[in-house]
């Protein structure tokens, strides 16, 4: 079946230091969504890419989804304490009925004022 | 501002006992997803619905669990019998198909501790 891994598992930065998290499909997504999970909270929906090498921003948060449809990743600028918690990448895949999505494991974050 | 509740928010109970969840989903959605996180396993998909029907529940243990959709507004989650390998945090999600893709909204989640 569909696998996702998402690295690192932990990161601990600095605060205003930059973050990234990766995530790598076993097979090609039809797309691919990110969600924050703070801690003692619920996953929260935080943005979807649909497109072949789409970037999109957020504020201080970039999200790019590879060219191939099996890698994406998740940037932010300079860290905020309001970034802390666990930031999940979700895949969709692309055959027909993929309704499901399929989590990675998570990247959690900590920063440090 | 919609979201999806989940009751209770917190459960204790004694192995052996049966545990109810429950999910109110999103008025208009017609997904319900019901996850398991643990820290050691993430995120797992136990049971999903669509339109009521189940179309995966490969992720359930079906000797204890089972999952219902009773009707649109109300979807459930029993163990039966519970057991301490069980506390997890239950989730529940419903979602919304927009040209194919889907995008979950989670509710705050039961807090299951078995003894």
């Known amino acids: 079946g569909q696998q996702v891994m998402q690295i690192p598992q932990y990161q601990h930065v600095q605060e205003g230091e930059d973050f990234t998290t990766y995530c790598n499909s076993s097979t090609t997504l039809s797309n691919i969504q990110w969600y924050k999970q703070r801690p003692g909270g619920h996953p929260v929906f935080l943005i979807q890419?649909?497109?072949?090498?789409e970037v999109k921003k957020q504020k201080r948060l970039t999200f790019q989804f590879g060219e191939a449809k099996k890698n994406s990743s998740l940037h932010i600028t300079a860290t905020q304490t309001t970034d802390v918690g666990t930031y999940f990448c979700a895949g969709q895949g692309s055959g027909a009925g993929s309704y499901q999505l399929t989590f990675g494991k998570g990247t959690k974050l900590s920063v440090i004022p | 501002d919609a979201r999806v509740t989940q009751t209770p928010r917190h459960k204790v109970t004694e192995m052996g006992q049966e545990v109810t969840m429950r999910c109110q989903p999103i008025?208009?959605?017609?997904?319900v997803f019901w996850y398991r996180q643990t820290m050691m396993q993430g995120l797992e998909l136990l049971a999903y619905?669509?339109?009521?029907?189940?179309?995966?529940d490969s992720g359930m243990p079906k000797d204890r669990f089972s999952a219902e959709m009773p009707d649109a507004t109300l979807a459930t989650l029993k163990i039966q019998p519970s057991e301490p390998r069980d506390s997890a945090v239950y989730f529940c999600?419903?979602?919304?198909?927009?040209?194919?893709?889907?995008?979950?909204?989670f509710g705050p989640g039961t807090r299951l501790l078995v003894l």
């Open positions: 999600a419903s979602g919304l198909v927009l040209a194919g893709w889907e995008t979950q909204y």
């Open positions: 890419l649909v497109k072949s090498g």
């Open positions: 008025l208009g959605h017609n997904t």
């Open positions: 619905f669509r339109n009521r029907a189940p179309l995966d």
